[in-house]
């Protein structure tokens, strides 16, 4: 063992593979040719014909498939996997007349795989081989062949894909941003397939409607939430607490009390917002004014609070809190009267954090 594996450190090994696997990157990248044209071709016209992609592989490279798989179909092209020691006992049902075949085995000998191309040539299928041996069994059957030799892999017996497996994934996550360039995939479309999740509340921020989702509900409470109006989540009716600019601070305590709010929104006159006045305001300024009880709420209000207005999305009071040093926030409706309050405490229990 001792032999095997030098006395160095865990992080110079962790350099090692890291060097040999941007190395096999960059080795990758210069095999580019136009064979990922035509693969990106290949891919739009069968999507364009309704067909589908299938991604099939052996071993890791059949692990990477699934990733691939998974990343076309969230960008809007239609993948399945098909694994290929249940595909000769009924899965090639999956198969379809016009769809395309990306097969991944970085060998590209892997018997499993070579025993089904005879069953797939029965159908009209186009084949993409992602391979580490152009002239493999695999290449020599297939119509684009993509390149992924690398190096070495950074196993130190040159032997557990490490390497070419990352080389795979690189490839198949070109191909599926080349083909969503070329198919002309946009940030609404992205909102039809991500309506929860990180890149659910991402594009929610980044202000899509759900109508723009184009009649597809968001499924889950987190996508619902992300996509629900600071009108629905918000503090309204008796738990929004709302005062006068020349109350007392003595009865605007009540005030919050009663709405069993830490904080109440100031208006003017005409009802509009002014202010905000905390239980933190009342800590800090008790200490310098021993008559602050009796101070107008004009005299010691927070003045130009955070706001929001209550149509925005429920995402955007997130990013606010994110922002700024606020436990509550206020929302105003379209006249700048505030309509309702939104407590950082309940975002958790809402799931829209």
């Known amino acids: 063992m001792s032999k095997a594996f030098p006395s160095v450190s865990h992080l110079a090994h962790a350099r090692r593979v890291f060097d040999i696997e941007l190395a096999a990157l960059r080795a990758v990248r210069a095999q580019l040719d136009g064979g990922f044209d035509e693969a990106v071709e290949m891919i739009c016209h069968t999507l364009r014909e309704r067909g ?30 098909l694994n290929s020691v249940d595909a000769l006992h009924g899965d090639l049902g999956i198969v379809n007349d016009g769809d395309l075949l990306l097969a991944l085995s970085y060998s590209g000998e892997s018997s499993e795989l070579l025993s089904l191309l005879p069953a797939l040539k029965r159908f009209s299928i186009k084949m993409v081989a992602m391979t580490g041996g152009p002239r493999s069994s695999l290449a020599r059957f297939s119509d684009v062949v993509l390149k992924v030799r690398v190096p070495k892999e950074a196993c130190p017996f040159n032997l557990a894909p490490t390497a070419s497996t990352t080389a795979m994934l690189v490839m198949g996550d070109a191909l599926a941003m080349a083909v969503l360039q070329a198919r002309g995939f946009r940030q609404q479309d992205f909102a039809k397939f991500h309506p929860s999740g990180a890149i659910g509340r991402i594009l929610a921020a980044r202000g899509f409607k759900q109508r723009e989702f184009t009649g597809l509900e968001p499924s889950g409470a987190i996508g619902r939430a992300m996509l629900s109006r600071a009108a629905d989540i918000m503090r309204s009716g008796p738990l929004n607490a709302v005062a006068r600019q020349d109350l007392l601070v003595r009865d605007a305590l009540l005030v919050m009390t009663q709405a069993q709010s830490g904080s109440l929104s100031v208006v003017d006159e005409r009802g509009k917002l002014v202010g905000v006045f905390t239980d933190g305001d009342l800590r800090r300024q008790m200490t310098t004014d021993n008559n602050l009880l009796e101070q107008p709420l004009k005299r010691v209000m927070t003045r130009r609070p955070v706001r929001i207005h209550e149509q925005a999305l429920a995402a955007q009071a997130v990013k ?34």
Request: zero cysteines; a negative charge; proline letters at 3%.
């Open 320 to 353: 606010i809190f994110n922002e700024s040093s606020i436990d509550d926030l206020i929302v105003v409706n379209s006249k700048d009267e505030p309509v309702g309050l939104i407590d950082s405490q309940d975002l958790p229990k809402l799931k829209v954090m």
């Open 52 to 81: 589908k992609i299938i991604v099939m592989g052996i071993g890791k490279s059949g692990n990477i498939g699934h990733k691939i798989s998974a990343t076309l179909t969230s960008t809007g092209s239609t993948s399945v996997v």
